[in-house]
């Protein structure tokens, strides 16, 4: 895979993801085995989708959340990625790491059985850091 790096002018600083983005892969992938899943493939199109959603977020133009996830899904069906798609979104205030990410989600209900779920077979992650140092994760599931 390429090194994803992220320029975002004004409002998101620049932020080198490749590593960050394959921590956060690796952490999902482990603890999926603990639960007795397969691991997941690192999809390209569903980290430029988790991206974009993660910038939108990080730029003001959407809330915190799912909102537009319908249209993500859409893109992604039409992008033949999936049929059917999952997502977990994660905000932090300052800096935060994949494990902070990844056990926030793990310690939700409805966020852990995302990750746990058996039809998903591949993952896609999209990570932003707004200008105030909130930073946005997006991790997105398709069958």
Not at 50 to 61: R, V, W
Request: charged share 25%.
């Amino acid at each position: 895979m390429n090194a994803l790096f992220l320029l975002f002018a004004l409002t998101v600083s620049y932020v080198p993801a490749d590593s960050t983005v394959l921590q956060i892969h690796d952490l999902t992938n482990v603890y999926r085995v603990k639960k007795h899943r397969d691991t997941l493939s690192l999809d390209s199109t569903l980290c430029a989708i988790a991206l974009e959603h993660s910038m939108n977020m990080a730029k003001g133009k959407v809330r915190f959340g799912h909102k537009g996830f319908d249209k993500r899904m859409k893109k992604a069906v039409s992008e033949g990625v999936g049929t059917s798609l999952g997502e977990n979104v994660y905000m932090s205030s300052g800096s935060t790491t994949p494990d902070e990410a990844l056990d926030a989600w793990i310690h939700s209900s409805g966020h852990r059985e995302n990750i746990k779920d058996k039809s998903w077979k591949k993952v896609g992650y999209g990570i932003a850091v707004a200008k105030d140092g909130e930073t946005y994760y997006t991790q997105l599931f398709s069958n």
